[in-house]
């Protein structure tokens, strides 16, 4: 059961490959503006036909048609639009039931503008392969059945004089041409019923498939993701300790250490740390996919806000002796954001620019609002992105070479932790880089609520 439908009621089956009443729905607003496009094409064809090709049909009753065309799909669009049926097998009622007017309707047209010997009887045609793309079993083929039914009974009581004919050049049919032309059309329309049907088939039955192994790569996804955060929390409160014994360690005995013990002392917190980081990007990383974080607004000063981010990095900057510049564009700047989410995507963002630029380097931080929009960029001097790694560099585990050669440890899962924040929050992120000169993210956000001062 789905939407309400049940895949293995007999009237779901009827319908190609979409099993729920809101699909079927969309095909029948397709219908629906399609019978426009045809009314559009009628209203234009006639006074063409009439004034510049001078056929002799019968132009009053196909605009009656039209009137009648036109009226008939205002009120199909008004029980579309404003009346929509409640379960499938109403709904799939009354897309037949327009199919089968249609056919009706179009017979009228043939017969006017000429019949069995016109060759736009093939027009036919339209109505049986929306009928082969919307339905399976055997719909189409009464569909199909029918318009060749009501061409026969047209054809037939044209010949005989029952009605008038229309022949666009005023002339009756023979009995030969009548004969090879209804020959024609059955093979058309049943050929063309077979067709679709056999391709609307075998895609019904690759879609299947697709979506089966899409519910097996989702669940895999998903276990994987449990074994993440449990890995991920199992690890963190030991990794938490260690960091703290070492802190306590480094801060009461690094006097009565040599230089060389102090040395390592100091590489194991920095190492520590980095285990650390990489342990809250694994647990970020599957919470904000399956949207466990959720969005908490509060207002906040966007240029403090930023200031107080950066003060956290100013210690690993010094120790490379890299510049963090921030570029305040106004005094007051006052936003409505999820302070939270948005710290751990510019933390990521200048925690990459100190890691991946040499000692010296500048990194330059750039606030800005727009109308409707607040958001930051991080710019740096650093190794940069090769063109070949700015479409690959969003993906979960993906590290450039470049990256790996300057620093081994690393997960990849920082960049895509920040995609999916900005993204599940309406934003959006753009990179420009060149290697050798560094690089620069643009964070841009919907505004929730600002106002300047």
């Known amino acids: 059961m789905r939407n309400g439908i049940d895949k293995n009621n007999k009237y779901t089956k009827l319908v190609l490959p979409f099993h729920t009443l809101d699909t079927l729905r969309i095909r029948i607003g397709w219908i629906i503006n399609l019978r426009w496009v045809a009314l559009f094409g009628l209203l234009l064809a006639v006074p063409i036909g009439q004034r510049m090709l001078q056929f002799k049909i019968a132009y009053p009753q196909l605009y009656a048609i039209a009137a009648i065309l036109i009226c008939l799909n205002l009120i199909y669009f008004f029980l579309f639009r404003y009346y929509p049926f409640k379960n499938f097998r109403q709904e799939l009622a009354f897309t037949e039931i327009q ?22 009887f093939f027009i036919y045609s339209v109505n049986i392969i929306i009928s082969g793309v919307l339905f399976i079993g055997n719909l189409p083929y009464v569909n199909a059945f029918i318009a060749a039914i009501l061409l026969t009974l ?17 002339e009756p049919i023979g009995l030969t041409v009548l004969i090879t032309s209804l020959g024609a059309f ?6 063309a019923t077979y067709v679709i049907k056999d391709f609307i088939s075998g895609y019904r039955h690759l879609k299947s498939v697709i979506d089966e192994k899409s519910q097996q790569l989702e669940h895999t996804i998903k276990d994987r993701d449990k074994i993440f955060r449990f890995t991920a929390h199992e690890l963190k409160s030991p990794l938490t300790t260690l960091r703290s014994m070492l802190a306590v360690i480094e801060e009461i005995y690094s006097e009565k250490l040599d230089d060389e013990v102090t040395e390592m002392l100091s590489r194991a917190v920095v190492r520590t740390d980095q285990v650390l980081l990489m342990v809250k990007d694994m647990i970020d990383v599957t919470q904000y996919r399956h ?49 939270p989410g948005m710290e751990k995507v510019l933390s990521n963002l200048i925690s990459n620019s100190i890691r991946y630029s040499p000692e010296g380097a500048t990194i330059t931080i750039i606030p800005f609002y727009k ?26 585990f993906y590290r450039s070479k470049n990256a790996r050669d300057m620093e081994r440890l690393g997960t990849g899962l920082g960049l895509p932790l920040v995609k999916q924040i900005v993204e599940q929050f309406g934003g959006k992120i753009v990179v420009e880089s060149e290697p050798g000169k560094g690089s620069t993210f643009t964070v841009e956000m919907p505004i929730n609520y600002l106002s300047v001062g």
């Not at 007017?101 to 060759?119: A, C, E, K, Q």
């Not at 109308?371 to 979960?396: A, M, Q």
């Open 291 to 339: 949207g466990v974080s959720k969005q908490v607004l509060e207002d906040v000063d966007f240029n403090e806000w930023i200031e107080k981010t950066v003060r956290q990095f100013k210690p690993d900057a010094v120790r490379k002796n890299i510049s963090i510049i921030i570029k305040k564009p106004v005094p007051n700047v006052s936003v409505s954001m999820d302070s």
């Open 186 to 191: 059955y093979l058309l329309i049943f050929s």
């Open 154 to 170: 047209w054809s037939i009581l044209e010949y005989n004089g029952v009605v008038n004919s229309y022949t666009i050049q005023g």
């Open 99 to 120: 199919l089968v007017i249609d056919l009706i309707i179009i017979s009228f047209i043939v017969h006017y503008i000429g019949g069995i010997g016109n060759p736009f």
């Open 371 to 396: 109308r409707t929009t607040y958001g930051f960029s991080v710019s740096d001097t650093g190794i940069g992105i090769s063109k070949e790694d700015l479409n690959k560099i969003f993906d979960e």
